[in-house]
C-alpha cells in the first residue's frame, strides 16, 4: 500500500488551506442565499388583498406595455434559477471541503496525543499531530510526539537520575547524602508516534506504534530507544477490543507534573495485554483486560523477578496466571469519576533452582481496587474558571509491582533463606496511600499544581531480620510521602467551550519534596545512614509538541 506523505511545512500550509477555504465557500454561500432572496422578492405578484384595499392612483405618464412585467418576472426567475445552481454547487463544494480537511468518511478526527492525566500518557498534548491519508483508502495516518528537554539540580543528596523513584531516595548520613547534590541535563524522554485509521465493515481499525529514548543513562548522551506502546484496537464507540502493549488499565497519573519519574502513588505500567472497552451508558465506560504478569518479591537474599538470576542460575520467581483487571469511569460536564481493581496470583518455585535444599512452592492471591475523582473548581465558585481538585485513593495486598515508585519488587515477601525458617512461607505485602492535587489557573497561559501523596506498606515481622544495611532491608519503605508544586507557561493555550487546551509548547519549573522511612528505623539502615531519607529537587522543564 503506498503512501503519499507530505513535507511537513507542505502539511502544514494545506491544512491553513483547507479552513480558509470552507469559510470562503461559506461565504459566498450565504450571498448567493441572500441574493436568492432578493430576486424571489421581485419576481413574486402583489398581494391579492391589497389590490382589493387600495385603489388605483391617475398615473401622469403613459402606461407601460402589458408585456413588460411578464419580461421583467422571467428574467428575474432566471437570475434567480442561476443563482440557486451556482448555490447548490457551493454547497457540494463546501462539503466536499469539510470532508478532505476531517479525513475518510466514517472515521472520527485524531485523538488528542494523550489524555489528561487520565489512563493515557503522562504527558498530555492538545494538537492533532500531522495527519494525512491514504490515496485510495479509507485509511488515516498521523504522526506525533514531542521534544523534551529537562534539567534538574538536587538540593539534597545525589540521586543521579533525571526519573527517581521515591523508593530510592539516599538514606540520611549516606555516602550519597554526604556528596551532596548535582546537575543534570537531558532530552531522552522525547517521544515518537505514529498512529492508524482505518474504516473497516466491523468498526473502526486503530493503531499505534510509540517509543521513546528513555533506555539509556540519565548521565549519557547516547540515548537508547524502548518501545512504549504497539497495539490494535477495533470497533465503535460502543464495543472495541485491543490487542497488543498499552497502557495498563491500573494507570493512573491523577495530575499534571513535568518530572518524568513515577511519582508516589502514581502509575505508568505499559505491558502487553487484550482489553475490552464498552460504553454501559451516557457518560459511563467500562472496561476489562488480561495483562502480562509478573511476580516480583523481596527475601533475605534480595528481589528477585522471572527474569532475575540467582546465583547464575533461573529465579524462583514464576508467573503463571495472567493478571486480571477492570475499570469503571465515568465522565460529565467536566467531572470524572474513576473505579479500578485487579485480581493476580504470586507465586515462587525454589525446585531447580539455588533458593533452597528442599523444593519449596507457594502461592499467594494479589487483589486491590482504587478511586479516584476529578471536579471542576467552577461547580463551588465560577470565578474558579477552569482549576481543578483530584483525589485518589487505593488499598491493596500483593500489587507493588504496579506502584513502581515506592514499592517497587514487593508484591510479597518471603522468610526462605532467614536462619532457623524450615518451612519457607511467602506474604503478600498490604499496601494503601491517597493522594490529592489542585491545579490552579492564574490565566489562561500560566498555571500551577500542587500536590500531596502519602503511602504506607505493611510488612511480616520476620523482614525485621533482613541483615541491616542489605539491599533487601533499604528497600522496605513503611511510609513514603511526596509534595510537588510547579508553575508552567503555555504561550498557546487556549480554552475553547470550558476545555482547556496547552497548545504546542509548555516551559515551567517544578519543585518536588520526597521523604521515606525505613521499615525498623536506624537498626535496618545499619552503616548506610539513619533511618529515613529526603530529597529535595529543582527542575526545569520545556516541551515542543507536534
Known sequence: MALAVLPLPAAAQGS???AATIAELRRQLEEMRRRLDQLEARSAPPPAARAAVVPARPRPFAPRPAAAPDAEARAAAAEARAAAAEARAAQRDLAAAASTAAGPPGLAPPDPMGRPFATEEALRADLPGVAFRVPGADT???????AKLTAHYDLGPRNQTDAPAPQTVPLTGSAADRQG??????????RFGVDTRTLTSWGTLETRLEGDFGGGAATSNNAVFRLRQAWAELGDERLRVLIGQANSLWNEGVFETLIDATNLNQSFVRQAQIRLTGRLTEGLTGQVSIE???TAYTSAGGVFTPGASLQGGASPAVSSVPDLLGRLTWRQDGIELGLRGMLRQIEIRTDGTA?????????????????HARLPMALLWDALGTDEIAAMAFYGEGIGRYFAGQSSGQDALTDLGLPGVVAPGLDTVASYGATVAYRRFWATTLRSTFSYAYARADYPSYALGFAPGSAPALSLNRETQQAIVNLIWSPFAEVRNGVFGSGWLDVGLEYVFTRRDLYGGAAAAGAAGV??????????????RF
Open 16 to 18: 491553513a488551506a483547507d
Open 140 to 146: 488515516q495516518v498521523r504522526l506525533y510526539g514531542f
Open 181 to 190: 547534590g548535582d546537575f543534570i541535563m537531558g532530552a531522552r524522554f522525547s
Open 292 to 294: 502480562a504478569p509478573e
Open 355 to 371: 533458593a533452597a535444599a528442599q523444593p519449596v512452592s507457594e502461592t499467594a492471591p494479589g487483589w486491590g481496587f482504587a478511586g
Open 531 to 544: 533511618g529515613h531519607g529526603i530529597a529535595n529537587r529543582i527542575l526545569f522543564a520545556a516541551i515542543a
